[in-house]
């Protein structure tokens, strides 16, 4: 017999992607109950960039990231870097990605990506209009700028996959760039700009307002950090840290960079790692910034939110034990200081976070091997946000019985 408490799902998760597919499936007429180790928004949901960034289909594992790795990381503040203290245990996984940079398994990713991207963007204006949040959607494009014609040269490949799939965007000269962007640094001779490249106003108070929204429809958000799950007749039972127990018909299984964890104890091995992202958000008039921009050469963008300028990015592959080297946000701040001459580095409040990575650069998403009653959805790396709404879409209809709005084959959490 069914608990009259017991919630038809438990979502493991309260990030931008475990609220969106708790309210995706709360939408379906199931109960859905939230558990989050410290609360809404209070992981990578956070602190990220804001960037829904639909034209980003190439994946971080690629022929050009194997060409520029060995300069970045031998700077141990540049745009990727493994600390020596935690080199041995990443390389299985770096061993992994190494693989997955092969063509053929790009063009695989690749294509995987596509079909991701293309779900997320359709599904997030009515996503954003059913929970009242859509105001806070920006369509301001987004600007990567060269310092050199051979750096635009080399990443017109890239752009060509895009062209492809029906991508807008131009390459803009100096001149050109500086009319969408002004204040840049002459160092930047070439730019492109992307107009279909979205961003909300401020990623912790989106997601906060998905929190408001789901308890609004009578959904449940409660502490606990769920330590197992368990295969029960007609369910799933989760153990808390504490040793608590509770049930539920349904898991979704959203923990961000801890997922892997918890689906240890499912018997599945998972290579999940944590990208530690950096940044520093400064006050709102720091810089008369009018689009987001990437700076790729050095691996960070500058964006512009309702609560401040946000200059962060980079890559740490550094799990979740190792202290918090802010080094890198004070070395991307003084970068940006040069890149955009007038900007005010005052008053600013450092940030790190884990992003849930996986080798191929795809997330996870599809049944634990142990129990259909288990459903993954993470290792978005730096996509959560703006993976959310077609990840909730996924989520919902594996749950519900219908057939996934694309082909989830690739997402596969066995793939590996």
């Known amino acids: 017999m069914k608990d009259a408490a017991q919630p038809d799902v438990i979502v493991i998760g309260a990030g931008v992607v475990g609220l969106s597919a708790a309210i995706a499936v709360q939408a379906r007429g199931l109960s859905v109950t939230v558990l ?11 602190g990220n960039a804001g960037a829904f960034a639909f034209t980003d289909i190439l994946p971080l594992a690629s022929p050009g990231i194997l060409k520029k790795a060995p300069r970045w990381l031998l700077d141990p503040l540049g745009p990727l870097t493994v600390p ?13 990605f190494w693989r997955a940079c092969s063509p053929k398994r790009v063009a695989h990713s690749t294509a995987a990506q596509t079909a991701m991207m293309d779900l997320s963007k359709a599904e997030l204006e009515p996503f954003l209009a059913a929970t009242g949040t ?8 987004n600007l990567q700028v060269y310092e050199s014609e051979a750096e635009l040269k080399a990443s017109l490949p890239g752009w060509k996959a895009r062209a492809e799939h029906g ?54 958000i409660e502490r606990a950090e769920i330590a197992a799950l368990r295969p029960v007749e007609g369910g799933v039972e989760l153990t808390a840290a504490d040793g608590k127990t509770r049930r539920a018909r349904h898991v979704v299984l959203a923990a961000g960079a801890f997922s892997h964890r918890i689906a240890r104890t499912l018997g599945e091995r998972i290579p999940l790692e944590t990208e530690r992202g950096y940044n520093t958000t400064l006050p709102s008039n720091a810089f008369d910034l009018r689009t987001q921009v990437t700076f790729g050469g050095h691996g960070f963008v500058v964006t512009r939110l309702s ?12 799990g979740l034990k190792l202290p918090p080297n802010f080094r890198r946000a004070e070395a991307m701040l003084k970068k940006a200081q040069t890149f955009l001459p007038g900007l005010k580095s005052e008053g600013g409040v450092q940030w790190m976070g884990f992003r849930p990575s996986l080798p191929d650069s795809l997330p996870a998403i599809g049944r634990a091997r142990a129990t259909p009653h288990v459903i993954y959805a993470f290792g978005h790396g730096h996509l959560g946000l703006t993976q959310s709404a077609g990840t909730a879409r996924l989520v919902a209809d594996l749950l519900t019985g219908q057939r996934p709005a694309i082909d989830i084959q690739s997402f596969s959490p066995q793939r590996f």
């Open 84 to 96: 020596p203290a935690y080199a041995a245990q990443i390389a299985p996984w770096m061993f992994r």
């Open 167 to 220: 991508i807008e965007f131009r390459h803009l000269d100096a001149s050109a760039m500086r009319e969408i962007q002004p204040g840049l640094a002459p160092r930047f001779t070439n730019g492109t700009f992307t107009p279909g490249w979205y961003s909300i106003a401020d990623p912790k108070l989106y997601t906060l307002a998905l929190a408001d929204h789901f308890r609004a429809q009578g959904g449940a």
């Open 307 to 318: 609560t401040g300028i946000r200059v962060g990015g980079a890559v740490e592959l550094g």
């Open 134 to 141: 859509l105001p806070m959607l920006r369509k301001e494009g």
């Open 36 to 46: 989050d180790r410290e609360g809404p928004a209070a992981g990578a949901s956070a």
